[in-house]
């Protein structure tokens, strides 16, 4: 289970908030917010996003080690959340069908669906080298913060 409380996370959401307020460029505003979460959620190796376009997801911006440029709809943990256009909680990727390994250390994922004017723009993608460590709270606020990208 996440470490982050559930003040911690009102304060990210929060802060999130502040960085893309008076930005309206993409890039800036999920560099920034990847930035923020890398930094400030507990036992994550990865934090990005992966943009929705030409019926595949393809790697934004992300603080983490080197990952996958293209993920096809419907594969790994990013292509099943998009694709359902619902959140997925990973507890070990290392058993989740099509699994695709960016990272080696990665053992657990949240992957969160991103949503502009009602359509799928893409996901928030975050890895953990621990084993279970994202649940419904972490699934709450990321969902939050997702949703106030745009």
Same mark, same amino acid.
């Given at each position: 289970?996440?470490? &982050?409380?559930?003040?911690? @996370?009102?304060?990210?959401?929060?802060?999130?908030?502040?960085?893309?307020?008076?930005?309206?460029?993409?890039?800036?505003? &999920?560099?920034?917010?990847?930035?923020?979460?890398? +930094?400030?959620?507990?036992?994550?190796?990865?934090?990005?996003? @992966?943009? @929705?376009?030409?019926?595949?997801?393809?790697?934004?911006?992300?603080?983490?080690?080197?990952?996958?440029?293209?993920?096809?709809?419907?594969?790994?943990?990013?292509? &099943?959340?998009?694709?359902?256009?619902? &959140?997925?909680?990973?507890?070990?990727?290392?058993?989740?069908?099509?699994?695709?390994?960016?990272?080696?250390?990665?053992?657990?994922?949240?992957?969160?669906?991103?949503?502009?004017?009602?359509?799928?723009?893409?996901?928030?993608?975050?890895?953990?080298?621990?084993?279970? +460590?994202?649940?419904?709270?972490?699934?709450? @606020?990321?969902?939050?913060?997702?949703? +106030?990208?745009?």
């Amino acid at each position: 289970m996440s470490a &982050t409380t559930e003040d911690n @996370y009102k304060l990210l959401v929060k802060q999130a908030q502040a960085l893309v307020a008076d930005e309206s460029d993409w890039i800036a505003n &999920t560099a920034n917010v990847s930035a923020l979460l890398f +930094n400030l959620l507990d036992n994550v190796n990865f934090a990005g996003v @992966y943009r @929705y376009e030409n019926g595949e997801l393809i790697l934004g911006p992300f603080q983490g080690m080197p990952a996958c440029v293209h993920i096809q709809m419907g594969s790994g943990v990013c292509g &099943t959340t998009a694709q359902k256009q619902e &959140t997925q909680i990973v507890e070990d990727v290392h058993k989740f069908p099509g699994h695709i390994a960016c990272d080696s250390a990665s053992n657990s994922e949240i992957v969160v669906p991103i949503f502009k004017n009602g359509s799928l723009w893409g996901v928030f993608d975050f890895d953990s080298t621990e084993f279970n +460590n994202f649940d419904e709270l972490d699934k709450k @606020y990321l969902e939050e913060i997702a949703n +106030n990208l745009f």
